[in-house]
């Protein structure tokens, strides 16, 4: 009952993307205001991404159960309200509520599967999880298009208020906690420093190159504030009686190197994602609705790995799964790189098989070793770091592709050369990242090693 609890609330979490998404252009036709169109998805990001650590080390500082019913109660009330937007502007802050909740879901649901299973059981469990993420990515745009076609675009936030409900009844309900219940110390200077430094950067990557020119003086001076409260936040872990970030956590190669590979990958995921259909629609010809389906392939592809591997990887070793999984990216890469204008649409469906294929033996592994390298008073901020540097990953992804891609299309809406040319600089960029990853796949300690760091724990 629990799992069917967590599977709930990760899903209108992974959900809530392609279904926004999808209705957008109806949104923006009731409420108007389409210049604030991007930041009702920004906005999203950004929140979840400075709340992920600090809940995360919630979890550990009061135990999971609790986080997660702040978690649901925070998306679910900002789902309601984003359906009762009158404006965009509100719709915005609305979707900021939301994006805090997701900073709690994410981390606390994979941190209570790693407390109720055991090794290979977790294994397995975790390719289930993580399949959630492309199952909502094939049904977001039709649950989105039929709430829009046929009933209202509000109830594409509606629909997260039963599900969430229920979500939070069968965790709190048949969750069964032991932890010693003592006096807490919050780090409240460390949540403080941290905050404001991933918000100027998360901002800055967000809206430069876009509202502001990466030389403008509010982008450099975002930078400069993200830089100097980055290096505060570490001097006050350092000192800190109970520190948001412990910064022994650093010191642990195999959980570093997850965190180096999780950044990379999910920039490359990004990029795919964005880029593909572009390339479908602009230079193939192909309709926006075939161009939308471009990813199919590799949401299909993923749950099935993310299976696969779940089950063999601790008989074929950790490490070669993920290595496995590195070399497949790699290879979709390089394929990548090779597209020309000539080349046809079924090029795109193996492409994106691979790299689905070799996504799922990437992060569920990776996913599995945060759980195990580290006790249980470490888990949600282990879980909740890794969670954080795959969608800084992604952040700053999207601003260094689109920044390439706009140095090279120069008109509006850009000529066939110009887009070509665009994409394939981002192409050779993406080929690199992947080339990089499995690079970091030499510095992951071999499956024996990672075996008795779990028995360890």
Known sequence: ????????????????????????????????????????????????????PIFGKLTDLFGRKMVFVIGIVFFVLGSILCGMAQSMTALVLFRALQGIGAGALNPVCFTIVGDIFPGEKRARMMGVFGSVWSIAGLLGPLVGGYFVD??????????????????AVLVVGFLH??????????????????????????????????????????????????????????????????????????????LNVVNVSGFLAFSVTTGVTIYAPIWIQSVLGHSATNSGFTVMPMSLAWPLAATIVGRIMYRVGIKASVVFGSVAVVAAGAWLTGLNVDSPYAFWVGIMIIFGFGMGFVSTPQTVIVQSVVGWEMRGVANASNSLMRSLGQTVGV??????????????????????????????????????????????????????????R
């Open 399 to 456: 601003a260094i592709f689109g920044t390439i891609f706009n140095h090279y299309v120069t008109s509006d809406p850009g000529t066939i050369p110009e887009l070509t040319a665009g994409m394939h600089a981002v192409f050779v960029l993406l080929f690199a990242i992947t080339a990089a990853n499995l690079l970091t796949m030499a510095f992951l300690p071999s499956h024996g090693r990672i075996m008795e760091q779990q028995k360890s």
């Open 150 to 167: 046929q009933v209202s675009w509000r109830w594409i936030f509606y629909i997260n208020v039963p599900i969430g409900i229920v979500a």
């Open 177 to 254: 906690e032991n932890f010693e219940r003592k006096k807490k110390k919050i780090d409240y200077l460390g949540a403080l420093t941290f905050t404001v430094a991933l918000s100027s950067l998360m901002y800055a990557l967000l809206s430069g190159g876009g509202d502001h020119p990466w030389d403008s003086g509010l982008i450099i001076g975002l930078f400069a504030v993200a830089v100097i409260f980055a290096a505060l936040f570490l001097l006050v872990e350092k000192y800190a009686e109970e520190p948001m970030v412990p910064l022994s956590i650093f010191k642990i190669r195999v």
């Open 1 to 52: 009952m629990v799992t069917a609890g967590l599977l709930a609330a990760l899903f209108i979490g992974a959900l809530d993307v392609t279904v926004v998404a999808t209705a957008m252009p109806k949104i923006t036709e009731e409420l108007q205001g389409m210049s604030l169109m991007s930041w009702v998805f920004s906005i999203y990001t950004l929140t979840t991404c400075v709340t992920t």
